[in-house]
């Protein structure tokens, strides 16, 4: 087969491992970087070309697009879609989880257990949010935040009113949600392929720090999963839509809760604490899917 890895830098442990996994599978394998790439949008026969050469003939995509460049990434992957190529994760479906917002709405309407959510325009509503949330403490998010960046963590209703005025007074959309203190500062990263959980970990934030992102210096460790949780990290990747994801839960008295649903989840710290061969079976979802399934969406935008 003939993959192709969106990937804006081929030296990251994610995009080696992925073209390690194609090679050693025997399949040809390209590293594209979407933002180098121009498409010719036609209804005859739609084109992209990389670095003055035509994208052609390719079985299978691999999207890694980072969170910044969402809009144009997923532009460059929509055209693989329209030119009959099998994305292991769609447009549609990467947009939709990338946005952090309608992904908590989509996952609520089906009865997902997560935190108590809260999302305003105006200043003087901030009382009345944090009351629906259930009051201090608080989290406090950047809907376009990743990796950690742009999370608050108000201690006190003074503090969060504080925090979420000066956000507002950026014009920085932003979601507030109650403070799951029994999670200890810890979640589990559920590593989802097709309809199956994996693999599974267990970040743990620094001393000092809530967040549990490997980023921020966080902590991975192996850890077994309950069948709830397993259940619910497979239906939180099916309502996004993601072939391949990275669901994150919080362990709280309710039961699982899902924090994030990832489109792009990092293969460095699962492969490390579990030992799995990660990349190998995002390969393997490949082979077995690729000439089967087809894309789904084509022609819905």
């Known amino acids: 087969m003939k993959i192709g890895i969106l990937s804006r830098n081929r030296s990251l442990y994610s995009t080696k ?32 070309h990389f670095k003055g050469e035509e994208l052609k003939d390719f079985d299978a995509i691999v999207p890694r697009i980072g969170a910044s460049v969402t809009f144009y990434g997923t532009a460059v992957l929509r055209q693989f879609e329209m030119m009959g190529v099998y994305p292991v994760n769609e447009s549609v479906a990467i947009t939709r989880s990338r946005d952090k917002l309608r992904s908590m709405q989509l996952l609520s309407r089906k009865g997902i257990g997560m935190p108590i959510t809260g999302f305003a325009s105006k200043p003087d509503d901030i009382k009345d949010l944090l009351e629906m949330v259930g009051g201090a403490p608080v989290v406090i998010k950047l809907l376009e935040g990743t990796q950690g960046i742009g999370v608050v963590l108000a201690e006190t209703r003074k503090a969060a009113e504080s925090v979420v005025e000066a956000f507002m ?3 920085a959309n932003i979601m507030v949600q109650e403070y799951i203190k029994e999670a200890g500062g810890a979640d589990i990263r559920c590593f989802v392929i097709g309809d199956k959980v994996i693999a599974a970990m267990k970040r743990q934030a620094g001393e000092g720090e809530f967040r549990s992102n490997l980023h921020r210096g966080g902590t991975a460790s192996l850890v077994r999963i309950t069948p709830e949780e397993r259940k619910t990290a497979v239906a939180a990747a099916k309502i996004m839509g993601l072939n391949v994801a990275g669901v994150d839960l919080l362990r709280s008295s309710r039961g699982p809760l899902v924090m994030e649903v990832n489109s792009s989840p990092g293969l460095e710290g699962i492969e490390a604490a579990t030992g799995k061969d990660v990349a190998g079976m995002i390969v393997e979802f490949i082979e077995k899917n690729a000439s089967v399934k087809g894309v789904r969406t084509r022609g819905r935008g």
């Open 17 to 48: 491992r992925l073209i390690e996994a194609c090679q050693s599978r025997g399949h040809e394998v390209k590293v594209i970087d979407a933002l180098r790439c121009y498409m010719n949008i036609n209804s005859e026969q739609p084109e992209i």
């Open 169 to 171: 007074g950026l014009k």
